[in-house]
């Protein structure tokens, strides 16, 4: 990177709403700033990209997207979907990629349609949202998403999504009412998210396709910071066949975390210290979280100007493609 010349700055976990899920769900229905600018994808959106320094989107349905319908109906409505969102982002390819929406209630469908993003849309992979219909997305009914995703050498972002109706009642319930947000970006969102990224390693997904990329977003849902303990209270526990497998070097070996919606800077540098720092993403969280404080963050970052590109665009140009 030249001395001196701004980085490109790409954000990947920016998030926008279909109007047609949007009317089927009947999401935000009082309205609303943040359910106007997940609507947007025009000028309003690129207008204020603009004025945070932020080059390129790749943009991704917001939570819970197609899989809050039946298999059929999330089948046809993820390819139609997708195919909306890629009418925009050609209208703007210098601005705009994307990830698919999947229709995890069918795992076949879902990685036929997964290719089909990909291959035909120049999709740059997927994102998935908690849980589907009560399971994690590292119960083998899934892998083939998975067993896809490695052939088309193509990233899975695992997205938070609502808690489980009995993990509410047990862990949440004294305080939804006057914490609403303990369900989502306050806390339930993290246990959730965190809690399928250890499934995961532990699934013995890792060892069937040793090639998959997991994305985690808010600097891996507090995974990186515990990751010494678990590892090492895994690895007591492992069995003979299995030593080898230890918790930290899977982990490290196939996650990507992004910055979205959390501006810490110890955060990020224990994110650095213990992933590295090629496994960093610059990611804001649109619209529930402004973009300009993103940008500015990373400008004041006691990072050097080659790891501070890396962030903002070089791990994302060689992940995705860009």
Not at 78 to 93: E, G, H, I, Y
Not at 130 to 141: E, Q, V
Not at 199 to 219: M, Q, T
Request: negative net charge; hydrophobic residues 40%; contains cysteine.
């Amino acid at each position: 990177m030249d001395s001196g010349k701004k980085p490109r700055v790409i954000a990947i976990e920016e998030h926008y709403l279909d109007a047609v899920v949007e009317a089927r769900l009947g999401l935000w229905s009082a309205g609303g700033e943040t359910r106007d600018r997940l609507a947007d994808l025009g000028e309003r959106r690129v207008g204020q990209m603009d004025a945070a320094g932020i080059d390129i989107q790749v943009l991704s349905h917001c939570v819970p997207g197609v899989q809050a319908f039946e298999a059929d109906e999330a089948a046809t409505l993820a390819r139609d979907v997708n195919d909306r969102l890629f009418d925009f982002v050609t209208s703007k390819p210098d601005r705009f990629c994307a990830f698919a929406t999947l229709p995890t209630p069918d795992p076949h469908s879902a990685a036929d349609e997964l290719e089909r993003s990909v291959t035909a849309l120049g999709f740059k992979g997927a994102m998935v949202h908690g849980l589907t219909n009560g399971l994690f997305i590292d119960d083998k009914r899934f892998w083939p998403i998975f067993d896809r995703a490695q052939a088309l050498d193509v990233p899975i972002y695992v997205h938070p999504g609502r808690p489980h109706p009995a993990v509410i009642e047990a862990y949440y319930r004294d305080y939804v009412e006057a914490y609403p947000a303990i369900l989502n970006a306050g806390w339930g969102f993290t246990v959730e998210t965190a809690t399928a990224g250890l499934r995961l390693v532990l699934s013995g997904v890792f060892d069937a396709y040793p090639n998959l990329k997991i994305i985690l977003g808010h600097l891996g849902e507090s995974l990186p910071f515990s990751l010494w303990r678990i590892n090492h209270t895994f690895s007591k526990a492992m069995p003979a066949n299995k030593k080898d497998a230890r918790f930290r070097e899977i982990f490290c070996a196939h996650f990507y975390v992004t910055t979205s919606g959390n501006f810490s800077t110890p955060a990020l540098l224990c994110c650095i210290q213990e992933l590295g720092i090629d496994r960093i993403l610059f990611g804001v969280d649109w619209p529930y979280i402004e973009n300009a404080p993103g940008t500015k963050w990373m400008q004041d970052l006691p990072l050097s100007e080659q790891d501070r590109g890396k962030i903002l665009n070089g791990n994302a140009r060689n992940l995705l493609r860009i």
